[in-house]
Nanobody, 124 residues
Framework: QVQLVESGGGLVQPGGSLRLSCAASGRSFSGYVMGWFRQAPGKEREFVAAINWSGGSTLYADSVKGRFTISRDNAKNTVYLQMNSLKPEDTAVYYC?????????????????WGQGTQVIVSS
């Protein structure tokens, strides 16, 4: 398994931007599909975005499409989530996750390594 540590969360005003980072250590990072999930207070954890090993294939939840961008730098063992035009409903704990499956997907049970999460609060 791979160990994951998220960073970059914080408080931002509506319409603002944040970039989350997830640093990986352990087994070969480039072999994993990477994803971001989030959990808002009182809600189930939900899929946000995923990216394949090369960065050539991505998948987004409809709620973030056009506003969020997932990317990765295999040389730095890091995956990013650029979040623009943030809304109060984006407030959540954001989790980085790794999947050893080949295809890009948003099924939570396909991801077998998880970070501890980073809090994002969108509020004026």
């Amino acid at each position: 398994q791979v160990q994951l540590v998220e960073s970059g969360g914080g408080l931002v005003q509506p319409g603002g931007s944040l970039r989350l980072s997830c640093a990986a250590s352990g087994r070969s990072f480039s072999g994993y599909v990477m994803g971001w999930f989030r959990q808002a207070p009182g809600k189930e954890r939900e899929f946000v975005a995923a990216i394949n090993w090369s960065g050539g294939s991505t998948l987004y939840a409809d709620s973030v499409k056009g506003r969020f961008t997932i990317s990765r730098d295999n040389a730095k063992n890091t995956v990013y989530l650029q979040m623009n035009s943030l809304k109060p409903e984006d407030t959540a704990v954001y989790y980085c996750a790794a999947s050893s499956l080949r295809g890009v997907g948003g099924v939570e049970s396909d991801f077998n390594s998880w970070g501890q999460g980073t809090q994002v609060i969108v509020s004026s």
